[in-house]
């Protein structure tokens, strides 16, 4: 089956503690990225990836950091996380920019 | 990024079509309309897309104005399993991402 999963799905941290949140998709696609939601704002774009090693920032990158290292995994990091990280996060892939987006679950993350 | 506006809810009754209203007055010649939707608790899925002509899957119909300043996406026999926010979203074929805005949340009513 064709997806995005995404781990952990729920977790609940303290500021400073370095976390990362896994993203693996099985559909060969090159392109992915990372949004994070709150309410009211809607989705906003935080790094996303062309392809192999190559990323870049999207709306809203500070405090965060991405690696692609290989084409299937797209790891967000959070180095330092603050309270306002907390968020619902999503992982997506397409095969190409601005196609079709495929979305993972989401993970819920709660900075204390 | 080019802009849409939508409503912030509609309701619609189980079994009927819903119509949800997009308007885009400032779309460019190479923006894609697509649709996006979010059901509660899971991340947004692929509805629809299109560039000019109005647009048909399994899951909903696509009616873009002629002069591309607005769109409708219908979905035929709302059921309840359609309660969702939907997203209309203008997406040049370069861009690197999908600008979501707040959406409208649609209401079925059993």
């Known amino acids: 089956e064709a997806q995005v999963t995404q781990n952990p799905r729920y977790l609940i941290t303290v500021t400073g503690k370095k976390l990362t949140v896994t993203c693996s998709q099985n559909m060969n696609h090159e392109y992915m990225s990372w949004y994070r939601q709150d309410p009211g704002l809607g989705l906003r774009q935080i790094y996303y990836?062309?392809?192999?090693?190559?990323?870049d920032k999207g709306d809203v990158p500070e405090g965060y950091k991405v690696s692609r290292k290989e084409k299937r995994n797209f790891p967000l990091i959070l180095e330092s996380p603050s309270p306002n990280q907390t968020s619902l996060y999503f992982c997506a892939s397409s095969s190409s920019g601005g196609g079709k987006e495929f979305f993972g679950p989401g993970t819920r993350l709660t900075v204390l | 990024d080019a802009k849409t506006t939508q409503p912030n809810s509609m309701e619609s009754n189980e079994e009927e079509p819903v119509h949800l209203p997009c308007n885009h007055s400032t779309i460019s010649g190479t923006d894609y309309i697509h649709w996006y939707r979010q059901l509660p608790s899971q991340g947004p899925e692929y509805v629809i897309h299109?560039?000019?002509s109005n647009v048909n899957n399994r899951m909903a119909s696509l009616a873009i104005a002629e002069d591309r300043k607005s769109s409708t996406l219908i979905l035929h026999r709302a059921t309840l399993r359609d309660a969702a926010v939907y997203y209309c979203?203008?997406?040049?074929?370069?861009?690197?991402?999908?600008?979501f805005g707040t959406g409208t949340r649609l209401t079925v009513i059993p």
């Open positions: 299109g560039l000019t």
């Open positions: 990836s062309m392809n192999v090693e190559v990323t």
């Open positions: 979203i203008l997406f040049w074929s370069g861009a690197n991402n999908l600008f």
